[in-house]
């Protein structure tokens, strides 16, 4: 339950790794399983009996279930054919779902009648604006996505309250200092989704046969299923050994003390997972003793202990193999068109293969980041030709040639390697993924990286205030991103930025400004995207290490489970949630070309400070030599 629209890579990195280490492995995304068995005929059959007998004629259900109640016949007959659509399997249909009453429309088409009301009376003109008279297929897309959401809406609101289309029942994980509330869950009596989720399973269980089961948790919203799916492999097949690890283990449950996770499963792991599996995997076949394990936490007549043997070491980067997607249902996934926002829809839209270009990040010092974990902290690079003979394999197993390079911060240098090593070989891909805001990325580099086939970035401006983003050592200052981001988009690649606000000291006064910053530098065209995260101060990073520098006192923390996110008592006393809605208004029109003549402090619904910012900061910025620009070699 992460992405549907393409397979969280964890698990084609691992199959990848594991199978050129001679082992018989196989991959199975269960999530998308989920979804698909959902949305179908008799997915929707069962959700709409289990709606009647709850909904009975005297009470109110909510206007999600209503209209899903009141088009269940319409429903029916179309959410096949609307699956396969946005699968990609059936584009011809998009000339019905725009031009006829062909899908039932619930509360989530009202957005189309507001944008109807903005761009003119004729219905229609709404999605013109979005998507050109031309965009047929988008248009189809995005109206496919809405009727997707409706379902999802009236499933969450009428079958299981904790249903979304990424993320199920996250919030039992979410800061959860104790494993009861999930304990609990598990126990409880299965909704019509946790039914489908066992079901799903069992089937994985009898056609594949394991001896092990690795489940990824990347994120709170994957723990409850990999826990149901563990409780029902425990209960029925007691012999397979299942190991936990990912993301969400990583950061979160470094510090379990509750032995109760391990009635569902065998080994947790910590960091990267191909050493620990593969020791695993070695120590149940006899092949290594119960203590040569690595970073790996299990329970040992009832209490918990944990391995590390110290003459065992990771596997280095450039041999952790290439990852394959074999096994992966990858013609099932759904590209949806939610938000028109045009990043956005990169990450929602389309399958792409997903690639590390270097382990860790280069530049390891955000004071926000879990820089002293080892998926941040432990920098390995590869070789540009390396990476490309990954990238042509993974063309010819799946036959798709976009990449989305998943690392924290990609380096400029393998960047720029990695761009001349494709155009060389001449091979055409299209990629887009993370970065920092380097001077580095001079207008000469980002041609070159345009191109190789890159059509996007995204990097973090983060607070965009100088004084802060020193005190966070971001290492960029504003001016140096406006001229960086200018280059991007004058190479035809575009733009979002990581926006965040209430980090600690920062003042309403500061935000404000960073406000006309940001709109300045979509002004100025140097942004097409960008997103306002509020700061979360978490135990890895160095605020939350060393909270005296940064003038906090952090809250006591008592978990015997997840920890990670703390809270913490800020002197400036700034009441920062108030401005979320304000800073997220703004953002929204600028982003839709809106507003951006007016004064910042119209988005908000109380009285602020006016900026103090020049009005042509970023102007002046970008008519500076770009000299000291950093030249690309
Ligand atoms: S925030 Fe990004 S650039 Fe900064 S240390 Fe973390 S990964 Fe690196």
């Given at each position: 339950m992460t992405q549907i629209n393409t397979p969280y890579p964890a698990t084609a990195y691992l199959t990848g790794f594991l199978r050129e280490r001679g082992i018989d492995a196989v991959q199975a995304d269960p999530a998308i399983a989920l979804v698909l068995k959902l949305f179908s005929r008799s997915g929707l059959e069962a959700m709409g009996q289990r709606l009647a007998s709850r909904f009975g004629e005297n009470s109110a259900p909510p206007p999600s279930v209503k209209s899903f109640q009141h088009q269940l016949p319409q429903y029916l007959r179309t959410v096949e054919p609307a699956i396969r659509f946005l699968q990609g399997r059936d584009p011809m249909l998009a000339y019905r779902i725009c031009h006829e009453n062909f899908l039932p429309t619930g509360p989530r088409f009202q957005a189309l009648s507001q944008l109807d009301a903005q761009f003119g009376e004729a219905e229609g003109n709404g999605l013109a604006w979005a998507f050109g008279f031309l965009g047929l297929q988008d248009r189809a897309q995005h109206l496919a996505s809405l009727y997707i959401d409706d379902i999802a809406d009236a499933i969450r609101e009428g079958?299981?309250?904790?249903?979304?289309l990424s993320r199920y029942a996250e919030k039992l994980a979410?800061?959860?200092?104790?494993?009861e509330p999930l304990q609990r869950s598990l126990q409880a009596a299965p909704t019509l989704v946790d039914h489908y989720l066992d079901e799903i399973t069992r089937e994985l269980i009898k056609t594949h046969q394991p001896t092990v089961v690795g489940l990824t948790v990347p994120?709170?919203?994957n723990v409850y299923g990999a826990f149901r799916i563990a409780r029902v492999i425990k209960s029925e097949w007691p012999e397979i050994k299942i190991v936990l690890g990912g993301g969400y283990v990583n950061t979160e449950l470094r510090d379990l003390r509750d032995p109760r996770v391990f009635d569902y499963i065998d080994y947790l792991t910590l960091d990267d997972g191909e050493r620990p599996l593969l020791c695993i995997l070695e120590q149940l076949s006899g092949q290594r003793k119960p203590e040569q394990l690595l970073r790996t936490q299990r329970r040992e007549q009832g209490n918990l202990v944990w391995i590390n043997d110290p003459t065992v070491h990771d596997i280095p980067f450039r041999d952790c193999g290439t990852p394959t997607y074999d096994g992966l249902p990858l013609n099932h996934y759904l590209s949806l068109c939610e938000l028109l926002n045009p990043m956005h829809r990169l990450w929602s839209d389309g399958r792409w293969n997903k690639l590390t270009?270097?382990?860790?990040?280069?530049?390891?010092?955000?004071?926000?980041?879990?820089?002293?974990l080892d998926y941040i902290g432990r920098y390995e690079d590869l070789d540009a030709a390396r990476i490309v003979d990954r990238m042509e394999k993974l063309i010819a197993e799946t036959g798709q040639s976009g990449f989305h390079f998943v690392d924290e911060a990609a380096p400029p240098k393998t960047l720029a390697a990695l761009a001349k090593e494709i155009l060389k070989r001449g091979l055409t891909v299209t990629w887009w993924g993370n970065i920092r805001f380097e001077k580095t990325f001079s207008p000469e580099l980002t041609s070159l990286l345009a191109a190789s086939g890159c059509i996007a970035v995204s990097g973090g401006l983060e607070v965009a205030s100088d004084r802060l983003l020193k005190l966070m050592e971001k290492g960029v200052t504003v001016e140096q991103v406006a001229r960086v981001t200018h280059a991007f988009t004058q190479a035809g690649i575009m733009v979002h930025a990581y926006l965040m606000f209430g980090f600690p000291t920062q003042t309403l006064a500061e935000t404000i400004d960073s406000l006309e910053r940001v709109r300045q530098l979509f002004e100025a065209g140097c942004l097409q995207s960008a997103f306002w995260h509020r700061f979360a101060c978490t135990i890895h990073s160095p605020v939350g290490r060393h909270p005296e520098r940064y003038g906090i006192t952090l809250l006591p923390l008592e978990s015997t489970f997840a920890q990670n996110d703390i809270g913490f008592e800020d002197p400036?006393?700034?009441?920062h949630d108030s401005l979320h809605p304000g800073l997220k208004k703004a953002l929204y029109n600028y982003m839709h070309g809106m507003g951006l003549e007016e004064d910042v402090r119209t988005w908000f619904d109380f009285p602020v400070p006016k900026a103090k910012v020049p009005r042509g900061l970023v102007r002046k910025a970008l008519s500076l030599p770009s000299a000291k620009a950093g030249k690309f070699r």
């Open positions: 079958i299981d309250e904790r249903f979304e979410l800061a959860a200092s104790s494993f994120f709170p919203g270009l270097a382990h860790g990040c280069y530049w390891k010092k955000c004071s926000f980041c879990d820089v002293s400036s006393g700034v009441d």
